[in-house]
């Protein structure tokens, strides 16, 4: 039975072309049934428009996060749409992350905030140093020597005092005639200047 709305945008989204879906998707003002519309229809890239919408309505972004896959579920965390328990990273990191190589970027994005938070030191992104370690160890090979990956877990707010230490102290690659290679005495050195800001912040908590 079809769901009877009072918005007219809403009531007539199954008449709507794809392409006017979407607009309203993007739309920040689209009225919150037509939100929950959209989050219930079929057509995926409407519903990727609005997962990244910033005025979603809690109750669209909870439908959204209901649908299987990770795709809606990593933009809903980039955005700070979905607000997870600190348990709760773990387990959804483990359940649809982990391990998986086509969603490495957006498992970035979900743990460490949208691209645009990527130097923002004050970003909303929660990911416990627990999560945040766990990720470290399980990224593939060739991230572990990119210094844009690896800045992105020395810029994270909650990034440990061990995992700078790490970082601070990884040796370089081997070199290899094909391949571009980053350098990483810039990025040594962001750790070592993080090691000195968690030394401070954790000595000051304990007076």
């Known amino acids: 039975m079809k769901t009877v709305y009072t918005s007219p945008y809403a009531n007539n989204l199954d008449k709507m072309l794809n392409s006017e879906k979407v607009a309203l998707a993007k739309n920040r003002f689209t009225d919150d049934e037509t939100q929950m519309a959209i989050a219930k229809d079929w057509y995926k890239l409407a519903q990727t428009y609005l997962a990244s919408n910033p005025n979603i309505t809690e109750e669209a972004a909870k439908e ?13 965390l980039a955005q700070g749409r979905i607000k997870l328990k600190k348990k709760e990273y773990a387990e959804v990191y483990r359940k649809y992350f982990k391990h998986n190589r086509r969603s490495h970027w957006r498992m970035m994005q979900a743990f460490f905030g949208g691209y645009y938070w990527y130097r923002n030191d004050n970003c909303s992104n929660n990911t416990p140093a627990e999560v945040i370690e766990e990720i470290y160890g399980d990224l593939p090979e060739d991230e572990r020597t990119r210094s844009y990956t690896l800045e992105r877990f020395i810029n994270h707010k909650n990034c440990s ?13 081997p070199k290899h005639p094909h391949r571009y290679h980053h350098n990483l005495d810039d990025l040594r050195q962001k750790a070592l200047l993080k090691v000195a800001e968690i030394t401070k912040r954790e000595g000051v908590d304990s007076r």
Do not use: E, H
């Open 64 to 76: 959204l996060w209901s649908k299987r896959g990770y795709v809606l579920k990593s933009q809903l």
């Open 161 to 173: 005092l061990n995992l700078a230490l790490r970082i601070s102290t990884m040796p370089d690659p």
